[in-house]
C-alpha cells in the first residue's frame, strides 16, 4: 500500500494529477481545492499523503484508484467525510471544493446552509455529516489558527505540538482549539513549545 508518494507533476486535470516517479506515472484523484494548489507546481517536485479505495461499476469490475492529500491532517478529514453514510468517495471527492479549514468550521459550527453549498450536499446529508461529525472537527478547524499563526511567524509544528500537549493534559478538543487561539491573537511571537504553552495558561487565567 503507498501512503504517501513523491514525485515530479507532470499534468494537472480537473479530477486528477499525474505524478512521474522513476519509470512510472501515477494517476491521483484529488479534490478541486488541492487541485488548485497543486496546479503553479507543475513540473516540480511534490508530495502527496494518498489513499486507495476500489471503484465498482454495474457490472461488477472493480478498479482501484488512488486519492491524495498535500498533508495527512487533510486525508484525516477525507477519511471522516466519507464515513458518513450516503457519502462515500465519489461524494466527498466531488464536495471539497473549499479547504478542509473551511469544511470543518462550518460542520462544528452545524451550519446546514453552509454545507449545502457543497456540490451534491443536499439539506439531508447536511445534517447527517454535522450529526456524526461536528464533535470531531476540533483537530481541523485548528488548521485556521495554523494559518494564523504562520501569518504570526509562528511555527505551525509548535501549534501543533501545544494542542496535543493540552489533549494529553485532560482538555477537550473544542478547549483545547479556543486556547490556542487565544494566545495566539495576543500578537506575541512564540519561538518554541514552552513559550506557547506557558502563553496558553496566562492567557486562560
Known amino acids: 500500500m503507498i ?3 513523491t514525485g515530479r507533476l507532470l499534468e494537472v486535470y480537473e479530477e486528477s494529477v499525474i505524478i512521474e516517479v522513476g519509470a512510472f506515472q501515477f494517476e491521483v484523484l484529488v479534490p478541486d481545492f488541492v487541485r488548485r494548489n497543486l496546479q503553479p507546481l507543475s513540473g516540480e517536485d511534490v ?3 494518498t489513499v486507495f479505495y476500489l471503484d465498482g461499476n454495474p457490472q461488477g469490475k472493480m478498479t482501484p484508484r488512488m486519492v491524495g492529500f498535500l498533508n495527512k491532517t487533510e486525508l484525516e478529514f477525507f477519511e471522516l467525510f466519507c464515513s458518513v453514510d450516503g ?6 471527492l466531488r464536495a471539497m471544493v473549499r479547504p478542509v479549514r473551511e469544511i470543518a468550521q462550518i460542520i462544528e459550527d452545524q451550519d446546514v446552509k453552509g454545507l449545502t453549498t457543497l456540490p451534491g450536499v443536499g439539506p439531508a446529508m447536511s445534517e ?3 450529526a456524526r461529525l461536528r464533535r470531531k472537527m476540533a483537530k481541523f478547524a485548528l488548521l485556521v489558527t495554523r494559518d494564523t499563526a504562520q501569518a504570526a511567524e509562528i511555527e505551525p509544528d509548535i501549534v501543533d505540538q501545544t494542542y496535543e500537549v ?7 478538543e473544542s478547549d483545547a482549539r ?3 487561539e487565544a494566545a495566539i491573537a495576543t500578537g506575541e511571537t512564540f519561538k518554541d513549545l514552552e513559550s506557547l504553552i506557558n502563553a496558553v495558561y496566562q492567557s486562560s487565567r
Open 128 to 130: 447527517r455529516i454535522i
Open 178 to 180: 479556543q486556547l490556542v
Open 47 to 49: 508530495g502527496l499523503h
Open 166 to 172: 493540552l489533549r494529553h493534559l485532560g482538555h477537550t
Open 3 to 5: 501512503k504517501f508518494l
Open 87 to 92: 457519502v462515500g468517495v465519489k461524494k466527498a
